[in-house]
């Protein structure tokens, strides 16, 4: 199908005779064909909707995870609470907020995405990436304590579930079973299939947990552990050399244990079980037949793992499903991101390049760049990589490692996103210079502007979840707070996380003024191919008034993008001639003279489809 569809889109172009656009089919792509049609919706399970609370998570069940105090009381958090405000079994606890608050569990489960499919159909969602779902104590679960079995907290039978996996060789994927949260996922991913939705997994390969199946065994056998070559290790315990166990922890954190690597990449023991558990997700009856698995994988610090295993990788990865998508954390430079790229590794990367751009355009405003070094910097993201690498990459705004959009206009001006670590620093509550407020509705006018470009440029949009509502708050832990839905009450945020008080709380609730905002978009991402696949050309670069313009093309489908991106309503004229179809605002507009002459609101747009 990926070929028909590739030849058949080919002659489109070669029938409408578009020379024009930067991204007409040059030679053979790579990358999944249905990912062009993408668009993204992110969920960090354990805060998108708590469905079956009787699988919550119990205090054993955090067992480990950082910070880990078994001495302090602790029950699962009530989901509709104020973010800042500590309960009262967390009162006394002598913990900072930002490391108490990692403490939380909310219950957010499987059972939660699927009552929510009928959201995010409705909202024109059609494929999902989940943050990790795999074994873990933790509420992010990047520290798992297996790669192939679903936290059992994440499905109906916690300890029935722990139970069953109890009785396997975890090393030796014959014994392997299928818990009641692992046929749950399964469940999902059929409902998700039915639905028109693709699902990706996260797949953390550089690091486990420090409660994993395999690192457990290493700390008690230590040298004699079947594993123990598995991890880093700097020293061995040894009571007569006076030596104790050291090993390298990602980044330094001692709960993260890393996987060794030679030359190769990722040593053998670890590489075989990750291929084994790789296999396991994309095709869980091993029949040959893909359908019923996960139809790729989002890699977590892909950075971290050197590149001959993540060559080997995806040659197990398409082995499986020729079609499967892969995508990657990857917050670098063009250049540095370019040996990912070249068809032996991933087919995409988070779009953080594209999220910079973004920022430094639409929410900055003092500190802003021009139109010209905006349409600069986009291009060289287009002309980067090989054919159709520009038309699958997650173009996002925000992530669970980044503060979120509407907060991030709030604290405009302040720090540029593009110098990341800095920025990144910065974006944290504690370091007490974030302001954690609620964004004004003006200010939530440069989000919205933002998405219209999101859903309207090359590459597959994405959305974190609860953007789309008006959520807010600064980089992690903050930016994952519990899924504000409509069928709660939440209490006004009234706390500020020094644990003092507003003087006037901010109201947590749907913003469906938002919410109608993006679904409308989305809808004319789906309606029209040539926003989806269309070549691009810029059609309109104003510096003095803030305006942008572009061109999507394909076949005989022609559509215009103009955007006002100054807080003064604009005129703005671009080429072409007969009639227009606004399909934003609504009306028609006809050229004259091969001109067309459109008046833009502030921060307002234009989205016009050729009505001849």
Known sequence: MKSLAAAAFALLVLAAGATRGENAMKSEEFVPDWAKDAV??????????????SNDPTKADIAGAFPDAPGLPWRVHPWTSDWYERQDYEKDAPIPFHHLVQRRRYGGDLQGILE??????????????LNPVFDSPSSHKYDGMSYHHIDPNFGPDPEGDRALMARENPGDPSTWVWTSADKLALELIKQCHARGIRVIFDGVFNHMGNRSWPFLDVIENQQESPYADWFTVNSWRDEEKGTKFDYEGWFG???LPEFREDEEGIVAGPRDYIFAATRRWMDPDGDGDPSDGIDGWRLDVAFCVAHPFWKKWRKVVKGVNPDAYITAELIDP??????????????AVMNYNFAFASSDYFADEKSRITTTEFDRRLRELREAFPPGVAEVQQNLFGSHDTDRIGS????????HASNWQAYFNFSKVENGQYDPRKPTPEELESQKLFAVLQMTYVGAPMIYYGDEVGMWGANDPDCRKPMVWDDMIYAD????????????????????????????????????????RGSFETVLIDDDKQLYGFRRQLGDEAVLVVLNNSNEPQEASVEGDGAWEDRWNGGKVSGEDGRLTLALPPRGASILVRAD
């Open 40 to 53: 993204w919706y992110q969920i960090f399970p354990e805060r998108f909707r708590n469905g079956d609370p």
């Open 116 to 129: 929510k499919l009928d959201y995010l159909q409705d909202l024109g969602i059609n494929a999902i990436y």
């Open 253 to 255: 954190h001692k709960t």
């Open 334 to 347: 063009v250049p540095e991101l370019k040996p990912y790229l070249e068809g032996d590794e991933f087919d």
């Open 408 to 415: 991030h206009i709030v604290n405009r001006d302040r720090e």
């Open 493 to 532: 945020e009234v706390t500020l996380p020094d644990g003092s008080n507003k003087e006037q709380g901010d109201k947590v609730e749907v913003n469906r003024d938002l919410l109608d905002h993006y679904r409308k978009l989305i809808a004319l991402r789906r309606d029209l191919p040539a926003l989806r």
